[in-house]
């Protein structure tokens, strides 16, 4: 029994800090750091997160990651990281359920507060975002203390919004064109 028990017991760590340990997602674990999001994510939850892999980063144009990255930026990237958790734990075979039960697409709003679109194409789950932006599961079901994770091959872009402190059109502008703010 003992052995079952810890065989079911749930990982020491957290959704955050399965991106510091996990090499293929260290663009994440730094821009979770960047963002301030870290602790959050370290917190009791449940949350799901759709993590991107460094790959998924790298495809994302120079501009626009280097915009995100910014300080200056940090409210933008916020929202960017934040559009790919879910309050809760979502298992892959719940995801599966659901768009089942949908029809063929599940929809789930973000803790950024914007929906994400889940569908199956041929066996696989893909999750659709914004502004054509979408990526497929790669690994899914990483168990954590405080929830789980799924390894997503792109970056999901929610629909941006500007911080208040900056003029609209300014912060409209760099979004749409993605290049950092003058």
Known sequence: MTDDATADAAPASTVAEAATTNPDLTTLAKALTAAGVTETLNGAGPFTVFAPTDAAFA???QPMTDYLMDPA???????????????????????????????????????????LTFTEVQGNIKVDGTQGSSG???????????????VLNGVLIPNLTPPSAEPAADTAAAATEATPAG
């Open 59 to 61: 495809a994302v144009p």
């Open 73 to 115: 930026n940090k409210d933008t990237l916020t929202q960017v990281l934040t559009y790919h958790v879910v309050p809760g734990k979502v298992t892959a075979e719940d995801l599966y359920k659901k768009i089942k039960a949908g029809g063929g697409t599940a929809k789930l709003t973000t803790v950024e507060g914007q929906e």
């Open 136 to 150: 497929y599961v790669t690994t899914q079901d990483l168990a954590q203390s405080n929830g789980v994770v799924h």
